[in-house]
């Protein structure tokens, strides 16, 4: 039985951001929307940060096991709901309770999928190139059974701007390029990732207090939905101290008893990812629009905080629609993966 070559836990390489996809000799992924793992033949299945993530994915024993000895695979969990990569349900997977964790590992269970090789038979990978690599690792997809799946990946920079686009639809969120020559560098961004980014205009329900507590935290943006409640959507934060203190001025003269509709998503409702955080905030009128870009969705909210792009004095609020947002139709998971 092959021994796995280096000792647990490693860090898994990174990439850094770009806004355009590089030419030259690159080969060309999808960027899939889950949880980043390394699977691991002894029976272990890290996360980027090298905690254990087998707990709350059980079902995915059969994987490991199906691994050859002295193997390690880096990929990601997924979740797939109607054909697309449900980061919401994969989320609601990482619960404290092993009776909730049983009876959603049968309800929305997590898949694997497979695009790099650090070991394989007891031998060490991470020094050759990420071709070679690769090769290796179509070769050991095609003995591996469900849940696994291997990633399209292509040298042709055209795949790569066409996948950028029509795999949206199936829930990821960019390419990921990867320079063919290169070994497997622990712990450094040294691929590239390019993500969607698209603008919208929002109205803004409220506003965080920054913990320096004369200027603003964060803008809470909302946009109204079909019987006109303004749905809080995300935040936007970033802005200079100064532009900070000017806003909370500004900001003061909108001030009201309520911010955003009541039977809708509203800022500062606490869940297990928030624990004692402070979810204060400050209604306003809304009144006040800006536009500000985001990378991507999550159900009807943007998953990270979006960038302030500008002032929208000339929009109506009333025109700030939840169906601005995108919903790119094409492709499903199982028309992307490799069989």
Same mark, same amino acid.
Request: aromatic share 8%; net charge negative.
């Given at each position: 039985?092959?021994?796995?070559?280096?000792?647990?836990?490693?860090?898994?390489?990174?990439?850094?951001?770009?806004?355009?996809?590089?030419?030259?000799? @690159?080969?060309?992924?999808?960027? @899939?929307?889950?949880?980043?793992?390394?699977? @691991?033949?002894?029976?272990?299945?890290?996360?980027?940060?090298?905690?254990?993530?087998?707990?709350?994915?059980?079902?995915?024993?059969?994987?490991?096991?199906?691994?050859?000895? =002295?193997?390690?695979?880096?990929?990601?969990?997924?979740?797939?709901?109607?054909?697309?990569?449900?980061?919401?349900?994969?989320?609601?997977?990482?619960?404290?309770?092993?009776?909730?964790?049983?009876?959603?590992?049968?309800?929305?269970?997590?898949?694997?999928?497979?695009?790099?090789?650090?070991?394989?038979?007891?031998?060490?990978?991470?020094?050759?190139?990420?071709?070679?690599?690769?090769?290796?690792?179509?070769?050991?997809?095609?003995?591996?059974?469900?849940?696994?799946?291997? /990633?399209?990946?292509? /040298?042709?920079?055209?795949?790569?701007?066409?996948?950028?686009?029509?795999?949206?639809?199936?829930?990821?969120?960019?390419?990921?390029?990867?320079?063919?020559?290169?070994?497997?560098?622990?712990?450094?961004?040294?691929?590239?990732?390019?993500?969607?980014?698209?603008?919208?205009?929002?109205?803004?329900?409220?506003? +965080?207090?920054?913990?320096?507590?004369?200027?603003?935290?964060?803008?809470?943006?909302?946009?109204?939905?079909?019987?006109?409640?303004?749905?809080?959507? =995300?935040?936007?934060? =970033?802005?200079?101290?100064?532009?900070?203190?000017?806003?909370?001025?500004?900001?003061?003269?909108?001030?009201?008893?309520?911010?955003?509709?009541?039977?809708?998503?509203?800022?500062?409702?606490?869940?297990?990812?928030?624990?004692?955080?402070?979810?204060? @905030?400050?209604?306003?009128?809304?009144?006040?629009?800006?536009?500000?870009?985001?990378?991507?969705?999550? =159900?009807?909210?943007? +998953?990270?905080?979006?960038?302030?792009?500008?002032?929208?004095?000339?929009?109506?609020?009333?025109?700030?629609?939840?169906?601005?947002?995108?919903?790119?139709?094409?492709?499903?998971?199982?028309?992307?993966?490799?069989?």
């Amino acid at each position: 039985m092959a021994e796995i070559p280096f000792a647990a836990p490693i860090s898994p390489m990174e990439a850094r951001v770009r806004d355009t996809i590089p030419e030259g000799a @690159w080969a060309y992924e999808p960027k @899939w929307d889950g949880f980043r793992c390394l699977s @691991w033949s002894t029976g272990r299945l890290d996360s980027r940060g090298a905690k254990p993530l087998l707990r709350y994915f059980p079902e995915l024993e059969v994987a490991l096991a199906a691994l050859p000895s =002295g193997t390690v695979v880096d990929g990601e969990v997924v979740v797939v709901r109607d054909g697309k990569l449900d980061f919401d349900a994969l989320s609601n997977r990482i619960h404290p309770a092993e009776s909730r964790i049983r009876l959603l590992a049968e309800e929305t269970p997590a898949e694997l999928v497979a695009f790099d090789l650090l070991a394989h038979d007891g031998e060490d990978l991470r020094g050759r190139p990420f071709g070679e690599r690769r090769e290796r690792l179509v070769g050991l997809a095609a003995d591996l059974p469900d849940p696994w799946h291997l /990633t399209p990946s292509s /040298t042709d920079v055209e795949d790569g701007r066409r996948w950028f686009t029509e795999f949206e639809s199936a829930g990821c969120d960019g390419v990921v390029c990867k320079a063919l020559d290169d070994g497997y560098i622990e712990g450094k961004r040294a691929m590239v990732k390019v993500k969607h980014r698209r603008t919208v205009d929002c109205v803004i329900g409220g506003y +965080r207090v920054h913990k320096e507590g004369d200027r603003v935290g964060s803008l809470l943006l909302g946009l109204h939905t079909d019987d006109g409640q303004l749905h809080f959507i =995300g935040h936007c934060s =970033g802005f200079s101290d100064t532009d900070r203190v000017k806003m909370l001025d500004l900001l003061r003269d909108f001030e009201a008893d309520e911010g955003f509709g009541q039977t809708v998503r509203r800022p500062g409702e606490p869940s297990r990812w928030t624990g004692d955080k402070d979810l204060s @905030w400050v209604p306003l009128r809304p009144e006040l629009v800006c536009e500000v870009s985001y990378d991507q969705l999550t =159900g009807e909210r943007f +998953r990270h905080a979006t960038r302030f792009e500008r002032w929208r004095g000339d929009k109506e609020p009333a025109d700030c629609r939840l169906d601005q947002l995108e919903r790119p139709d094409g492709p499903v998971f199982d028309d992307i993966i490799v069989t």
